[in-house]
C-alpha cells in the first residue's frame, strides 16, 4: 500500500532525470491537450505533475497527496484525450475543479 503513495513521487523523480539538460524554456500555458496524448508517457507524467504543481501554488496549498495527484493526473489523461482543443493547464482545473 505504501508503494502506491509513493508512486507518482517516484514518477516525478524518474521524468526529470529524463529531461534534457539543455532543453529551451517551455510555456507550459500554450501545451494543448492533442501535443500532451503526442508526448511519451514519462514527458506526459512530468508535465501533469509540474501543472499540478504550479495549480496547487497558486492556490497556496502546501500539502501533497499522492492518491489525490495520481487521481488528478489520470483524470487528465481522460479529459485531454476528449479535449484535444483544450490547454493542458485549463484541463487540469476542470478536472480537479480549481
Do not use: H
Not at 25 to 40: F, N, R, W, Y
Not at 47 to 74: F, Q, R
Amino acid at each position: 500500500m505504501k508503494f502506491l503513495r509513493l508512486a507518482p513521487i517516484t514518477m516525478l523523480a524518474a521524468a526529470l532525470s529524463a529531461a534534457p539538460a539543455s532543453s529551451e524554456p517551455v510555456d507550459m500555458s500554450t501545451i494543448s491537450c492533442a501535443q500532451l496524448m503526442s508526448m511519451k508517457a514519462d514527458e506526459v507524467s512530468f508535465i501533469l505533475t509540474w501543472v499540478a504543481g504550479y495549480t496547487a501554488g497558486t492556490e497556496e496549498e502546501l500539502s501533497m497527496d499522492p492518491d489525490v495527484l495520481g487521481k488528478t493526473v489520470g483524470d487528465t489523461v481522460t479529459y485531454c484525450q476528449e479535449n484535444a482543443e483544450m490547454s493542458v493547464l485549463n484541463a487540469i482545473k476542470e478536472v480537479s475543479g480549481t
